[in-house]
Nanobody, 119 residues
Framework: QVQLVESGGNLVQAGGSLRLSCAAS????????MGWYRQAPGKQRELVAT???????NYADSVKGRFTISRDNAKNTVYLQMNSLKPEDTAVYYC?????????????WGQGTQVTVSS
C-alpha cells in the first residue's frame, strides 16, 4: 500500500506561481512513476505531468514551459512548480503514484488539493 498526501493548493492571481508537494508513505520502494493530474468542474481528470524513478518527465502540452515536475527520492516526495498560472489551470490537483509489485502494477491517488487562479 502507498499513501499520498498533497499540499500547496491555494488561491492565486493569474500570472502568479504555486508549488504543490506530494509526500508518499508506505511501500514507497515499489513506486516507479509519480505525477500530477487535475480535474476541473464538469471535466474529466487529465494528465498534468509525470516523472519516473530515473527522472524522465512528461508534460501535457497545455503546461509545457510553465510547470516543472521534480522528485526527491530520499524524501519520497514529488513537487509541481507552477508558474505563469492561468484561470484555466483552476482545478483540483491529484497526486498519482504507480507501484510495481510482484502481483502487478497498482495506481494510487491522493485526496486532491484545490488550485484556483483568479483573472
Amino acid at each position: 500500500q502507498v499513501q499520498l498526501v498533497e499540499s500547496g493548493g491555494n488561491l492565486v492571481q493569474a500570472g502568479g506561481s504555486l508549488r504543490l508537494s506530494c509526500a508518499a508513505s508506505g511501500s514507497t520502494v515499489s513506486i516507479n512513476r509519480m505525477g500530477w493530474y487535475r480535474q476541473a468542474p464538469g471535466k474529466q481528470r487529465e494528465l498534468v505531468a509525470t516523472i519516473t524513478s530515473d527522472s524522465t518527465t512528461n508534460y501535457a502540452d497545455s503546461v509545457k514551459g510553465r510547470f516543472t515536475i521534480s522528485r526527491d527520492n530520499a524524501k519520497n516526495t514529488v513537487y509541481l512548480q507552477m508558474n505563469s498560472l492561468k484561470p484555466e489551470d483552476t482545478a483540483v490537483y491529484y497526486c498519482y503514484a504507480a507501484s510495481i509489485q510482484w502481483s502487478g502494477v497498482y495506481d494510487y491517488w491522493g485526496q486532491g488539493t484545490q488550485v484556483t487562479v483568479s483573472s
